[in-house]
C-alpha cells in the first residue's frame, strides 16, 4: 500500500520529526518507510539506526516489515539485509541492557548480570527487603513503625530514581503545591454551574420570614456563599451549607412553586459541597500531622539508603538486575562523557514507538542518547493508557514541544485504515467534548458501512433499586449474547481487512473487551449457553484459579503434613473429590473416638487420622499421598504435580467440566509458574514459600492465554491494545472503578508523603498526601477516558456498549460524549428468569463415520522402553494397561525392592561404598534396606564368577529399531563383545529378562549377553542361539504390538501381583478348592 500524503511528510521529513499517529493510521507502516528512507537517503547502514518499540512483538513485527522492503526496493543490497539482522531493534529495556552490558564499570553493574524478569525480580526484592529491615537501627522504627516502614520502601524501591529526588525535597515544596491546589479548586467550585445557578435561584425565591426553610436553609445558605466568594471562613462556611436541612417549610409560605425550587437547589449545591468538602483540597489546612511526617522524613531518607544500598550488593552479589536497575544503570553510564561520546559515533537516527507510553526515567535515557542524532517520535496521547507503569503522557507531549521548538516537524496522522466514515464520525463526536485538546479527529479511510446495524448501539439495564449487581450482571449477559447469536444467524457482512471485500461476520470477528477480567466469564457463559465459542484470553490471576488453588494446596501438605486446611482442600479437589458427605462421616467417627483427652497435636492433625481411618473412599487418598511424602526428598515440585496427575488423573477430570480449555491452561500455568519457582532451590518447602510471598506481595500472576481461532475474543482493554475486530462489545461500564488510598505517595517535584494514624489509630492525612492523593485521581480520571478511547477505537465496522445501570462508573464519564453524537441508550428490561447462571447446551452428536475401519486401527506407538517386549510377553492386557492407556494402576508406587535395586544400581554405577553417601539418594529409605542395597553392590566385587567383568562401560543410553517401534534402554555394563545387566530380584528367571538382554546386545553389537544375579551370586549367559531365538520371538511379539493385539494372559503367576487386577475383568479367578482356600483366607487372614 502506497503512503497518504501524511504518512509521507512523516517519513521522508529532512530532520527530527514528532508524529501524531492516531488509532489505525499505519504508523508501523509509516516507520518502516521512514527506516527505508535513513537507508536510502541518509545512507546510514542498519548498524547505525536505532529503532524502540513498546513490546517484543511489536519490534519483530516491524523488523520484519523492514526486511520486506528492504529485499523488495533494495534487492541488490544483500549487506543490509544481514546488518539488518543485527541491529538495535528492541524495547527501551533490552536498549537499556545492551548499555549496561557494553560498559558495567560506567553502568556499576556486574559484568555478568542476568536479567530477573518481573516475577523473580519481585520475589528476590521482597526477600532482600526483608532481610536489609532487620538491620536497620532501632532508633528509626522508633519513629517509623516496622509495618510503615516496610511498606514505604516497598513502594519508594519500585521507581528508585524518582523516590531519592521525592526524599530530597523540602517542606517548601508543600506549601507552594496546597496553595495553588487550593486556589484551582476554590475557583473550580465557585465557577462550578451549580453553584452559579444556586447563588442565582436562592437571590430570586424567598418565604415569609416565618418560614422554617427560609430562616433556617435559605437565608444562611446565601450569607455562607457570600463569605466563600469573599474567601472568608471557607471551611466554616461549608461546613454550614453541608448541614442545611430540606425537610422543612412549609408550601403556603412560598409563591410560584418556589418551596420546591429551593429545595432542589439546596439538595444540588449541597452535594457539591460535601464533595469538596470530602476532596479536601478548599479546606486545607497545615497543622499537627504535617510536623510529625516533616520529622519522620530524615529517618525513612536514612532508611531508604541503607535498604538500598543492602539490596544493591545483594544483587551484585548474585550479579542479577531487574528492569529499573536496568534504566538505573543505563542513564548512569550516560551520564559519563565518554560513554555518551561512543554512542553519539555509533549510532545516528532513532526511532522511538509508543512514545507516550514512556516514563521519565526513560525519557532521560533517550535524551542522553539522541543529542545529535536524527530522531522520529511516534504516539498519541489520547492512547496512554499505562500510568501504572509509571508511564507520563506529560512526557510526549514536552518532546513533540522540543522537536518543534529545535527546528523539527510535527506531522498528524489523521487518516483511519480501519473504521468506516460512519463509525469513525461517531467516535470523533464522542471524544470531542471528553478529551479537550488531547483530541484530533480521525477521518475514515473506508466510506460505507458494511451492514445496516446501527455503527454504535448502546443498552443499560432497567431495574429496581433492590436488585443486586450479579443479576444485572447476567441480565446484560444474555442480552449481548442473544445480539451477537442474531448477527451470526443472520450472516451480518463485514469488511475482510486481507482481502479488502465483505464477507459474513464469523465468531473469531467479535470481541468483547472489559476494564478488568472479573465480568468476561458471565459474558463467556451466556454466549456458550446460545451455541456461540469464546475464548477467554488470559485472566486477571492464575493464583485465584480453581486449578492454581488445587495444587497449590497440594504442594503445602507435602511442605507441612500438618497443615489441616490443604489436605482437606486436596481431599475435595479433582485430585480426590471426595465428597463432604465422607468428609463429615470421617470427622465424626474421629469424634466418637476421642471420647478420652487427647493430646492437642493428635485431636489437629488430619493426617495422623487419616492413615489410620477404614473408611473406603479415603484408602486411594492415603495411598497416593503416602507415596508424594516419599518422593517429596527425592522429586522437585513440578515433578511432584505431574506424579500427582499420573496417580489420580486430575487433568482428565478437568477436561470434562465446563471451560475445560480454560483450565487445562490454568494448570499448565500453574505448572510453568512452579518450575519458575524451583530455580536456585528445587525442593517443595521453598516453592510453598515462594508462592506465598507472591500472594503477600499481591502480585497479579497473568493466566495463559488460549488460542482464539474462530472464537468470541474475551480479554481486557490493555490486552487488546494494537488488535482489532469487526465487532467490539465494551460491556459493564456502570462498574464503579475500585479506589485505594494508598500507604505512600510521592512525586519527584514535591516530595513523600505517608498516610498516618494518631493514637486512637484515626487515619491522619498531611497537607502534601492529599494533594498528591488529588493529583493521582486526576491522573486516573483522565486516563480512563482514555482507555475508553482505545477500547472504542478497535472496532472495524460496529460497537456495543453496554451497562447493567443507567449511569454510573464510565457510563457517566461517556454520556457528555454519547449525547453530543446524538447516540440514544436503549433499554434492557430486568427479567429474573435470565438472572440465572445459563444452562449450556448438550453436545452435539457426532456425525456418522464416512467409512467402516474393517481392521485394527493399531497401537498408535513408536516408542517403549526395552522392558516393555517383557511385560508383553508375559500378559499383552498388561501392557496395554500400563502403555496403552498410560493407567498408573491400583496400589502401584514405587516399592521397596525396586528402590533397593535403584541404590544397588548407583552404588555400582558411582563406586559408592559408604551407606551415609548413599542413603543421601533416598533420604526417606530406611537404613537396613540402604545397607542391604550396599552389600548385593559389594557382591559383584567379591563374587568370582563376576571377577571377569569389572572393567567396562557403565550406564549407556542405547535405541534399538525394529520394524515401526523403537526400543530405548541403558545397558548397566558393556565390555569389548558383551553386555551385562545387573538384577536384585528374589528369583533367578532369566527368561523374564530375555527380549531386555537381547535388545541391549542387538543395540551395540555384542554376540554375548549376560545377567549378574546380585543376591543369588550367579551369572547366567545366553548363548548365541538363545540371542537369535529370541530375536525371532521378539519381532512376531512387535508385530502383534503394532496390530492391537492386547488380549489377558491371566494365571496364578501373572495376576497374583499384577496391579491391574482390581480392574481386569480377564484376570485369574480359582476355582473349586483352590477358591474355597483362597476365600476362607482372604476372610480370616489365616487357613482354618
Known amino acids: 500500500m502506497s503512503l497518504t500524503p501524511q504518512q509521507q511528510r512523516a ?107 518481573e516475577l523473580e525480580g519481585v520475589l528476590w526484592v521482597n526477600q532482600w527487603l526483608d532481610e536489609a529491615l532487620d538491620t536497620l537501627p532501632v532508633e528509626l522504627y522508633e519513629k517509623v513503625p516496622y509495618s510503615l516502614m516496610s511498606q514505604t520502601l516497598q513502594v519508594l524501591l519500585q521507581d528508585p530514581i524518582a523516590a531519592e529526588k521525592a526524599l530530597a525535597q523540602g517542606a517548601e515544596k508543600w506549601q507552594e503545591l496546597a496553595q495553588e491546589l487550593q486556589q484551582k479548586a476554590l475557583r473550580e467550585l465557585l465557577q462550578h454551574p451549580t453553584w452559579q445557578q444556586a447563588r442565582t435561584t436562592l437571590q430570586n425565591y424567598a418565604g415569609q420570614a416565618s418560614d422554617r426553610l427560609e430562616v433556617e436553609t435559605r437565608q444562611p445558605a446565601l450569607q455562607a456563599m457570600e463569605a466563600v466568594d469573599l474567601k472568608e471562613n471557607i471551611t466554616e462556611s461549608l461546613t454550614v451549607i453541608a448541614g442545611l436541612k430540606i425537610n422543612i417549610g412549609s408550601k403556603k409560605n412560598w409563591t410560584d412553586g418556589g418551596l420546591e425550587i429551593v429545595k432542589e437547589t439546596i439538595k444540588g449545591l449541597r452535594n457539591l459541597v460535601e464533595k469538596a468538602l470530602k476532596d479536601g483540597l478548599v479546606t486545607l489546612e497545615f497543622s499537627v500531622v504535617d510536623e510529625q511526617l516533616k520529622a519522620i522524613l530524615p529517618a525513612l531518607q536514612q532508611a531508604f539508603s541503607s535498604v538500598q544500598k543492602y539490596i544493591n550488593q545483594e544483587k551484585r552479589r548474585s550479579r542479577v538486575l531487574d528492569f529499573a536497575d536496568l534504566e538505573v544503570g543505563a542513564l548512569r553510564a550516560l551520564q559519563d562523557e565518554q560513554v555518551q561520546f561512543y554512542y553519539a559515533q555509533r549510532w545516528r537516527a532513532f526511532l522511538v514507538d509508543e512514545f507516550q507510553d514512556t516514563n521519565p526515567v526513560q525519557s532521560e535515557i533517550l535524551q542522553r542518547l539522541t543529542q545529535n542524532t536524527l530522531l522520529t517520535i511516534v504516539g498519541d496521547a489520547k492512547q496512554s493508557i499505562y500510568g501504572f507503569r509509571r508511564a507520563d503522557v506529560e512526557v510526549f507531549r514536552s518532546w513533540c514541544d522540543r522537536i518543534t521548538n529545535s527546528g523539527g516537524n510535527e506531522e498528524v496522522l489523521t487518516t483511519s485504515f480501519r473504521t ?56 446484560e449477559a444474555f442480552h449481548l449474547a442473544k445480539l451477537l447469536k442474531q448477527m451470526l444467524n443472520d450472516q451480518t457482512l463485514v469488511y475482510d481487512k486481507k482481502t479488502q471485500t465483505l464477507r459474513p461476520i464469523q465468531p473469531g470477528d467479535i470481541a468483547i473487551l472489559s476494564r478488568t477480567w472479573e ?67 470421617f470427622i465424626q467417627s474421629q469424634e466418637e473416638n476421642d471420647t478420652t483427652e487427647q493430646d492437642e497435636q493428635s485431636k489437629t492433625n488430619w493426617w495422623q487420622k487419616l492413615k489410620s481411618s477404614d473408611i473406603p473412599e479415603l484408602q486411594r487418598p492415603v495411598q497416593v499421598l503416602s507415596q508424594l511424602l516419599c518422593d517429596r526428598n527425592l522429586e522437585p515440585p513440578t515433578r511432584l504435580l505431574q506424579i500427582a496427575n499420573h496417580l489420580t488423573g486430575y487433568t482428565a477430570v478437568i477436561t470434562n467440566l465446563p471451560g475445560a480449555a480454560r483450565r487445562e491452561a490454568d494448570w499448565r500455568g500453574f505448572v510453568e509458574l512452579v518450575q519458575q519457582l524451583e530455580h536456585g532451590s528445587s525442593d517443595v518447602f521453598a516453592a510453598v514459600r515462594r508462592l506465598k510471598r507472591l500472594a503477600a506481595a499481591q502480585i497479579e500472576i497473568p493466566r495463559l492465554p488460549l488460542s482464539a481461532n474462530d472464537a468470541v475474543a474475551l480479554m481486557t482493554i490493555h490486552a487488546a491494545k494494537g488488535l482489532e475486530w469487526s465487532v467490539v462489545v465494551i460491556p459493564d461500564l456502570a462498574r464503579s472503578q475500585p479506589y485505594t488510598s494508598e500507604t505512600v505517595y510521592f512525586d519527584p517535584a514535591y516530595g513523600v508523603a505517608l498516610k498516618l494514624e494518631d493514637e486512637q489509630g484515626e487515619t491522619q492525612k498531611p497537607v502534601l498526601y492529599t494533594c498528591l492523593e488529588h493529583l493521582r485521581k486526576q491522573r486516573e480520571e483522565a486516563e480512563t477516558l482514555r482507555v475508553l ?26 454520556a457528555t460524549g454519547l449525547a453530543a453524537a446524538g447516540i440514544s441508550i436503549n433499554t434492557i428490561p430486568f427479567n429474573p428468569e435470565l438472572a440465572q447462571p445459563p444452562v449450556p447446551p448438550e453436545p452435539p452428536l457426532p456425525s456418522e463415520p464416512h467409512s467402516l475401519l474393517i481392521n485394527s486401527v493399531g497401537s498408535g506407538l513408536f516408542e517403549l522402553p526395552v522392558t516393555a517386549l517383557s511385560e508383553y510377553a508375559q500378559c499383552p492386557k498388561k501392557f496395554a494397561y500400563r502403555f496403552i492407556q498410560g493407567h498408573p494402576g491400583i496400589g502401584s508406587g514405587v516399592g521397596t525392592a525396586r528402590r533397593v535395586g535403584t541404590l544397588a544400581h548407583l552404588a555400582l554405577e558411582r563406586g559408592i561404598r559408604d551407606i551415609e553417601t548413599l542413603a543421601g539418594f533416598d533420604v526417606s529409605l530406611p537404613k537396613e534396606p540402604v545397607s542391604e542395597a550396599l552389600q548385593l553392590a559389594q557382591r559383584f566385587e567379591e563374587v568370582a564368577d563376576f571377577a571377569q567383568f569389572q572393567q567396562g562401560q557403565w550406564e549407556l543410553p542405547v535405541n534399538l529399531k525394529v520394524g515401526s517401534l523403537t526400543f530405548n534402554g541403558i545397558v548397566d555394563l558393556l565390555g569389548d563383545d558383551w553386555v551385562l545387566d545387573f538384577k536384585t530380584d528374589q528369583e533367578i528367571a532369566p527368561e523374564r529378562h530375555r527380549f531386555q538382554l537381547w535388545a541391549y546386545a542387538q543395540a551395540t553389537g555384542c554376540t554375548n549377553a549376560h545377567i549378574a544375579y546380585l543376591r543369588h551370586d550367579y551369572l547366567h549367559t545366553f548363548s548365541t542361539e538363545e540371542l537369535q531365538t529370541t530375536g525371532q520371538e521378539a519381532k512376531i511379539l512387535v508385530q502383534n504390538i503394532l496390530d492391537g493385539h492386547f488380549l489377558a494372559n491371566p494365571s496364578h503367576t501373572n495376576c497374583g501381583f499384577c496391579v491391574y487386577q482390581e480392574i481386569c475383568d480377564e484376570r485369574y479367578q480359582p476355582t473349586g478348592e483352590a477358591a474355597e482356600k483362597k476365600h476362607q483366607i482372604g476372610a480370616t487372614g489365616y487357613k482354618k
Not at 519490534?59 to 546488518?83: G, M, Y
Not at 473506508?446 to 443498552?459: F, G, K, L, M
Not at 497440594?554 to 481431599?571: I, K
Request: glycine share 6%; with cysteine.
Open 11 to 117: 517519513a521522508y521529513a529532512n530532520g527530527n520529526v514528532a508524529v501524531i499517529a492516531g488509532a489505525g493510521t499505519g504508523k508501523t507502516h509509516m516507520l518502516a518507510e521512514r527506516y527505508l528512507y535513513h537507508l536510502q537517503k541518509s545512507e546510514f547502514s542498519p548498524l547505525e539506526i536505532v529503532a524502540v518499540t513498546f513490546t517484543d512483538k511489536a519490534a519483530a513485527e516491524l523488523r520484519s516489515r523492514i526486511r520486506l522492503l528492504v529485499s523488495q526496493k533494495l534487492p541488490e543490497r544483500s549487506d543490509l539485509l544481514a546488518e539488518l539482522e543485527a541491529a538495535q531493534i528492541s524495547t527501551i529495556h533490552a536498549l537499556a541492557m545492551r548499555i549496561c552490558r557494553e560498559h558495567p564499570q560506567a553502568a556499576d553493574v556486574p559484568p555478568d548480570f542476568t536479567v530477573l524478569d
Open 519 to 585: 465480568p468476561l466469564a458471565v459474558y463467556g457463559e451466556a454466549l456458550e449457553s446460545v451455541g456461540v465459542p469464546v475464548a477467554l484470553a488470559g485472566g486477571d490471576n492464575l493464583l485465584a484459579t480453581r486449578e492454581a488453588k488445587d495444587g497449590w494446596a497440594l504442594l503445602r501438605f507435602l511442605a507441612d503434613p500438618s497443615d489441616d486446611l490443604a489436605l482437606v482442600a486436596v481431599l475435595r479437589s479433582p485430585f480426590f473429590a471426595v465428597s463432604d458427605r465422607v468428609l463429615f462421616t
Open 420 to 475: 468506516h466514515k460512519l463509525l469513525i464520525d461517531h467516535i470523533n463526536s464522542i471524544f470531542t467534548p471528553l478529551l479537550g485538546d488531547l483530541h484530533q479527529d480521525l477521518d475514515a479511510y473506508r466510506a460505507d458501512c458494511p451492514n445496516s446495524y446501527p455503527p454504535v448501539q448502546v443498552y443499560t439495564v432497567e431495574a429496581e433499586s433492590d436488585i443486586n449487581k450479579p443479576q444485572c450482571l447476567r441480565v
Open 789 to 814: 478511547y482505545v477500547a472504542l477505537t478497535r472496532a472495524r465496522d460496529q460497537l456495543i456498549l453496554t451497562a447493567t445501570d443507567e449511569s454510573g462508573g464510565s457510563l457517566s464519564g461517556l
